[in-house]
Nanobody
Framework: QVQVVESGGGLVQPGGSLRLSCVVSGKLFSINAMGWYRQAPGKQRELVAVTGGGSTDYADSVKGRFTISRDSNKNREWVYLQMNSLKPEDTAVYYC???????????WGQGTQVTVSS
């Protein structure tokens, strides 16, 4: 099994920055991609950023403002989302995802709220 836990959300003013963190533990050998998704009220969950297989991809709406990064040791993997120049439309619950793309299996964290407001 795989466990996913996010942290780092909060309230920030427009133009501000936040850094989200996610720690993944368990059967790490089965994970080949990690990323961040978000879901705003009344909207579907959408991809924000993903990294895996040596490549990284971002939603067009966050390119140039958000950066995804990854770190690991023998027992844990971490994935971070540095969010700069935040806008009110970035307000959402952000979810960390760890995926086994070959098996089509996704593991999700509980979500962390990001609110961008003055």
């Amino acid at each position: 099994q795989v466990q996913v836990v996010e942290s780092g959300g909060g309230l920030v003013q427009p133009g501000g920055s936040l850094r989200l963190s996610c720690v993944v533990s368990g059967k790490l050998f089965s994970i080949n991609a990690m990323g961040w998704y978000r879901q705003a009220p009344g909207k579907q969950r959408e991809l924000v950023a993903v990294t895996g297989g040596g490549s990284t991809d971002y939603a067009d709406s966050v390119k140039g403002r958000f950066t995804i990064s990854r770190d690991s040791n023998k027992n844990r993997e971490w994935v971070y989302l540095q969010m700069n120049s935040l806008k009110p439309e970035d307000t959402a619950v952000y979810y960390c995802n760890a995926a086994n793309l070959l098996a089509g299996v996704d593991y999700w964290g509980q979500g962390t709220q990001v609110t961008v407001s003055s």
